[in-house]
């Protein structure tokens, strides 16, 4: 894994500075402050003065240019301190270390492409963009039990107690001996009147066809899954570079799962030189030891393995750049559950009154124990709406529908705050007040589904395949062109992307702008009762698992005997969610008494998310 790493006031030699990956390291020394690059070159911009150090990871600009990005923000450092993050545009991770002042600056962009891990101890500050160049540590049980949640750990948490990472648009300064969180950057939503469409769809081309042209940097190629995004950019990366695109799509032989058809009507329709492979159960138990061991953190994410094998078929074709759809359904309204979620609202916007003296009397009172099916919906519409938001959006989540006792050991729920992955939810969902609902969704799944998830997963597959992960849709210009879009432009009553639609109708496949989402989803559950060999791999995983004294012993043996086979689909993303933790564990040699003790657990706050 390459990337950025280094120690203020810390007492050892510059060579003691663990590369991420273990690549060679570019280091400059100062005093008793170091800055180690891996694998360095066209990512990365080094600066040294008497004093001062600085670094700027990414493909970064500064007043519109890459040239010399960490010498000018060294400049913008000396004049504007912290503010000068809000100067650097781009997909980045910085670091500022003034032994002059004595002072440390820390950030990373603004939809949180790159990643800063830091830790502060008696000794000093030790920071990296990845987690496994700095010391491991005890395991934090919060985060463990963050992941059962989320299958992620969000920021500003990590697996490891002491050990903490940056938010989007988020930087730490130290200094005076004191360590201060802040924000540089916040997505603000305007939702007064817009321009007209035709305005609008004029701007919203320029921008992608820039961020496009921005990305095809040398050898280029993009994910292909057939998808609105996916598709819109492949024919985009065509159009900018004058030559036919080199697309890549991943296939899976089970119904319900395999959307090549779709990947191939895009490929036909922007004459792409189009590559596909199609997946096997076999594949993915071959490369499981090698996801996690590549992993920094628990990863839960499935479709990290077909993107992985996605990024190898780009690398052995040549590419050393692959762009990503990432940010579309978050910016422009595409994920199914805001659909859903618009039709729960109606039911807020009515009387209460009408609900409290009506509606729900006759429905839980008078007709309760009729069981007719249209009743049976309605009192299953009306419990749902019931659910503020945004705890409805957890409503199938599964260790909130198993029970936390029912799945963990008691000992390690002693530990941890049960409540916690809702209280982050619902510090991000109302940060801003009068928001619209598919607003303040959008601002949940930049951080939840996008920086904490879908991005970790892109980075860390093309990371690992040798390639270059790129996100168009992310640009600093379209953050802003989708703040300003109307709600109804993203969701036009239960119509999802509805201006993006519109402004692509000419774009697009007739095919495409009526198929719904899918992307690169895995079959698990229905490879896991098929396929002895990875069926053993998890079972064999979860065995293991049990010795850890997190998860229950006896939930372990439900699941794996009887739930599974209920329901491969629900019920194997669990088994997915713990083989990946112990598959983790097993990789990063964590010892097997692996849970802090309750009167040892580590207070970290989880503040409103920064998106």
């Not at 496009?212 to 998808?227: C, I, K, N, P, Y």
């Not at 899976?252 to 199609?278: K, L, P, S």
């Not at 970790?456 to 062109?481: H, N, Y």
């Not at 053993?536 to 293991?544: I, Q």
């Amino acid at each position: 894994m390459s990337g950025l790493c280094g120690y203020w006031n810390m007492p050892m030699p510059v060579d003691a500075i663990a590369g991420p990956g273990g690549h060679p390291l570019l280091k400059l020394r100062d005093g008793p402050s170091a800055l180690a690059v891996a694998a360095p070159g066209d990512s990365v911009s080094l600066h040294q003065a008497p004093g001062l150090l600085a670094a700027v990871w990414g493909r970064a600009t500064l007043d519109g240019s890459r040239e010399q990005v960490a010498a000018r923000l060294a400049a913008a450092w000396r004049a504007r301190g912290a503010q000068a993050c809000a100067e650097l545009h781009g997909h980045f991770a910085l670091c500022v270390i003034d032994n002059a002042s004595g002072q440390v600056l820390l950030a990373v962009d603004r939809s949180g492409v790159h990643a800063m891990h830091y830790r502060r101890g008696a000794q000093g500050l030790q920071f990296a963009s990845s987690a496994d160049a700095l010391p491991s540590g005890e395991l934090d049980p919060q985060a463990l039990y963050n992941y059962l949640h989320f299958h992620v750990i969000p920021a500003p948490r990590s697996i490891y107690r002491h050990q903490h990472r940056l938010l989007p648009g988020e930087y730490v300064l130290v200094r005076r001996g004191r360590m201060e969180r802040g924000v540089y950057w916040r997505m603000r939503f305007r939702e007064e009147a817009a321009s007209p469409f035709k305005v609008m769809r004029r701007q919203f081309l320029g921008i992608l066809n820039d961020a496009v042209r921005d990305a095809a940097d040398g050898e280029t190629g993009a994910f292909l899954s057939g998808g609105t995004d996916s598709s819109t950019l492949a024919g985009m990366l065509g159009k900018v570079s004058g030559v036919a695109p080199r697309t890549y799509s991943i296939g899976f032989e089970v119904a319900g799962y395999d959307e090549m058809a779709y990947a191939r009507i895009a490929a036909r329709h922007f004459q792409t030189r189009h590559h596909e492979y199609y997946l096997t159960a076999g594949d993915v138990a071959e490369a499981i030891p090698r996801i996690t061991a590549a992993c920094d953190q628990p990863f839960g994410n499935s479709s990290l393995v077909p993107a992985y094998f996605c990024a190898q078929m780009a690398r052995a074709d040549g590419v050393t750049r692959l762009i990503g759809g990432d940010g579309g359904d978050e910016l422009f309204g595409g994920n199914e559950r805001y659909a859903r979620q618009a039709v729960f609202a109606r039911y807020e916007q009515l009387p209460s009154s009408l609900r409290q003296l009506a509606l729900e009397p006759l429905l839980f009172g008078l007709t309760g124990k009729l069981d007719l099916r249209l009743l049976r919906k309605a009192r299953s519409y009306v419990e749902q709406a019931l659910v503020p938001m945004p705890a409805r959006l957890e409503t199938y989540n599964l260790l909130h529908r198993y029970g936390p006792g029912q799945v963990l050991e008691a000992d390690f729920l002693a530990a941890v705050d049960e409540g916690n992955p809702l209280a982050q939810l619902n510090a991000c969902y109302w940060e801003s007040h009068g928001l619209s609902q598919i607003n303040r969704m959008q601002a949940l799944d930049l951080r939840y589904t996008l920086a904490d998830n879908d991005l970790r997963k892109v980075t860390t597959a093309c990371d690992l395949a040798g390639v270059e992960a790129a996100f168009p849709f992310l640009s600093d210009d379209m953050l802003a062109f989708s703040a300003r879009l109307l709600p109804r432009d993203k969701l036009n009553g239960t119509r999802l992307r509805y201006f993006f639609k519109h402004a692509l109708r000419h774009h697009l496949p007739a095919e495409i702008l009526r198929k719904k989402k899918h992307g690169f989803g895995m079959p698990f559950g229905q490879w896991l009762l098929k396929d002895g060999h990875l069926r053993a791999l998890a079972y064999d995983s979860l065995a293991d698992l049990k010795t850890r004294r997190i998860v229950r012993a006896g939930f372990i043996d439900q699941l794996t005997g009887k739930l599974v086979q209920e329901h491969p689909a629900y019920h194997g993303t669990m088994v997915w969610v713990l083989m990946m933790l112990e598959q983790w564990l097993q990789h990063h040699a964590t010892p097997r008494a692996s849970v802090v003790p309750a009167d040892a657990a580590e207070t970290v706050a989880d503040p409103a998310p920064r998106a």
